[in-house]
Nanobody
């Protein structure tokens, strides 16, 4: 599957952005979808994941209560709604997919990746 992430941009602290991840396949509903991010000089880290069955979600502690992951299987798209953004949320955000059971937080468990979209939060 090919993934296309979009929706990044420049926003002030406290603001909101919604990222989208469009998948190329109509079997999108078979994939567990994750979002990861990589800040300058740091390793890529887990942000959120949504399971293919039941829409069960999981979040990194740093974004709980501020970010919401969702999916629209009819549109083959996953979303990451980001509210109350902080300067430390500045990073390139990547969506990822896996079509086997489980919704891990390790990037090594995901087979398919989008190209990344840059989010910059100014103070």
């Amino acid at each position: 599957v090919q993934l296309q992430a979009s929706g990044g941009g420049l926003v002030q602290a406290g603001g909101s952005l919604r990222l989208s991840c469009a998948a190329s396949e109509p079997t999108f509903s078979n994939y567990n979808m994750g979002w990861f991010r990589q800040a300058p000089g740091r390793e890529r880290e887990f942000v959120a994941v949504i399971r293919r069955v039941g829409g069960i979600t999981d979040y990194a502690d740093s974004v709980k209560g501020r970010f919401t992951i969702s999916r629209d299987n009819a549109k083959n798209t996953a979303y990451l709604q980001m509210n109350s953004l902080k300067p430390e949320d500045t990073a390139v955000y990547y969506c990822a997919a896996r079509n086997v059971p489980g919704a891990p937080t390790s990037e090594a468990e995901y087979s398919y990746w989008g190209q990344g979209t840059l989010v910059t939060v100014s103070s």
